[in-house]
């Protein structure tokens, strides 16, 4: 049951997933559980009845652990996420409002305002009948949550995006929404009631934040907007009367919404002066209590409430509760500082301080003054505190100031916090940059919980080794990743530099032994084996890198110059052995094209500008000669230039290469004789391995099979739908026996079989899905933007007879290779893989390290084969 509500929020409009959910999310569970294996092996028997897709490890939170609910509704990252005030409904926002029952999970209300662009913030009005987010487009948009009306607003005087920097409603349910040097008062029907620019004859006139009680009464925060100034200057007005500004560090919130009395981050030593001026940096900090003197018409600080702080504090939160002692509020003061967070307490007489200090590779970064990248809240009735710093939890008992636990919350980083009592249940409520809002119940949170193993980036690229299936490489834009992909095992991380590294391409080996890739414009060549660069060549604004003849060499395309008068690209290739250059060649381009490495391995084609027109030239690598040259003509005395998209290579035929001069044309070309064989008008650029078949996927819908041979359409998959224009991508599988179809729009995967044009399976991901490739044993291993591995089996045993017992043989399904009595021998294991040991090995070799002198620059490393 659990499982099911984890679900809940997807299989309720995908209903065909449930299988997937399932076993995604139990099969750690499995082993313990003969029930709960007994489901899973109808799952796995059944299934493919209704969807071919089988997930081939854990990739899902399981249930029994502190996650209640995950909310997968959103497309994009939710960045504004507010509670009703009865506590049971939660808005969120992401380039929609979405409206959430609590307790059960269910969506109430979506309203959809078509922006464009996505909400950066929102509000919600005292009433709960409203809520107001602003996008990126400086565009505020009131939406109705009773009726799902909503009306926009577009403030004027801003012309640059995302100018506005925070919205909210004031007691009067209007709507307060300023930008760097002005704010504007709304009403809920979009009339404009005050704006006022702030003035710009003073040192700090970027506006931080507004705090508005009735036009005669106004305080403004300001700042010179310099990213090394902390100091901040409090100005404004009360009952139409100027008071004298005041400056102080960091931080400042007000006791309510008098906005006459509150705290703020000061440097120590200007205790003493009651009417102070903060400009002075040098020495430790204090949090300070303030009030406003009507005669004076000043602030002046009358308490100190912490002394001798190490660091400014970056933001302040009170957070008022209802408990009293002598009728003083027991309220909490959060200060959040670079390496961890100031509790204080109020006991009315005295205030009980409580340090919590982050783990050492963790900070609190902060971008600019009455600011945090970090998330809070108070869960358990104040016995537990929260932070949510990047993507984790870090669970805090407040008694003991001990960091209890660490939670690997979500896949991206994690944008609001919220904590609700509900039913004797304790909630937390978070929200991420992977557009999921999650429910976690703070009574199981140190239930035991399975991880779910990911990137931090996503993933840009994804390489199987042919000879050894099992070992898949990722790239992103910081590092490459290692993966043992048949138990879904991590291995380890290659990259040079930790903190600085942009990897922009990379290969690997049919053997797996060897890895090579572009970091921070040097060609870097890896050993697996030893998780160390063997070479390294400066290789700078590096367009493509291809292996060439059987993968002895390595060619690398370079943009040589790039302006707009003239592209100038340089072919170089480069022996595998010792990075010696074997060929050079410089030439002209209209525009940076990807080089064709033919079947052989030892032709490739590559497209020239000459005489103004793109041309073609055949490099033999070996004989290090350009064999031919020539245009791409489709009729003799053609007048029309023929603009080269791409290049093709057939796969069958080291002779044949199909130049694509549109995005869904091309034509077919024999290059040993240089002649024209067919023209394929609705072509994509997907080939089977036979060269038989190819694939047509407009952006604009459709998706259709084609005879390579005469370029007619030979079956249609998918019809001519009208749903605009959208990123597509159709590929065969490498036995060409199916199809697979991604539409960034529906944001499903879809397969189909070849044979009969019938849809087998959808899947719909919980995240975007930026790259996949396939195996010949049907494994999908996909990427996700929040950097996620998913390894997916395409499960059709009416085009493969073993399917059943490839899935059986996988090392998840123990509990199903018992039911099929499949041999002990039969099963795979994580023995195949030689470089199984590398993760153990990278700890061991790190150690090593360590103990070596720094003068020595040999490195010296075990390996255990």
Known sequence: MDGLRLSASLLSRYPFMLAFELIGRLLPLASD?????????????????????????HCFHSPGGPLRFSLEEHPFAVFGMELTSDNKTLASTSNQLIVWDIRTGDRTRAINPNIEGIFLGMAVSKDDKYAVAYSNNNQIVVMSMISGEHRSIEPDGMENQMEIGKIIFTLDSQILVWSNSQFYLYDVEGKLLHRERISTDQEQNKLIEVFFKSKKSVRTLTWTGERDDWMVKLSGREEGQNFEAMIFCASLAFWDSSYTSGICCIQQNILKESNFDGHDLEGSYAIVEFEYDPAKKVFKVINSIAENIDEKVNALFIWHRKQRVNGIEMCW?????VDGFL??????VYYKKINLTLPVEVRNIPIRPMHTTSTLAMCCNDTIFVAGVRKNLYIFNVASTQLVRVVDAHFGRILNLKSVAMQGQNLLISSSIDRSVKIWNMENIFEKSFAVVNMDQPIEKILLAKERPGLAVTQTRKYIGVWDIRSHRFITTLVTNIYGSVVTDCLISSNGRTVVCIESDTLLLWDLKTQSVRLRQPAIAVHQIIWCCNETMIAVVIRHLDTPEQKLARFTVYSVEDFSIHYTHEFSCRMFRDVAVLKDTENVVIVVLFKGRDSLHLVNIPEKIVKHKWRPRLVKNQKKDVIVHRLIPMPHNANQLVVMDGENRGS?????HVKLLRSLPTFGGDITEDGKLGLHAPNKGGLHIIDMKTGAIVRTLIGYVAEGVNDVRAEFTPNGKHVLYYHNGHQTLRAFRVSDGKL???????????TWICDNKGLIIIGGQDGSLLTAMLFDSSTDSEALHSLGCLPSRRYLAEHLKIPAEELDTEENLDIRNLALITKAAAKFKQSIGKKSKNSVICSIM
């Open 33 to 57: 559980n003969p029930h709960l294996k007994e489901l899973l092996k109808g799952c796995d028997l059944e299934a493919a009845q209704f969807n071919c897709f089988l997930p081939v490890h």
């Open 760 to 770: 087998i399976g959808t899947l719909r991901p919980h995240a975007q899905i930026t």
């Open 333 to 337: 003061i959060v200060a959040v500082t």
């Open 668 to 672: 077919v070309w024999d290059i040993r």
């Open 343 to 348: 509790l204080c307490q109020n006991f009315g």
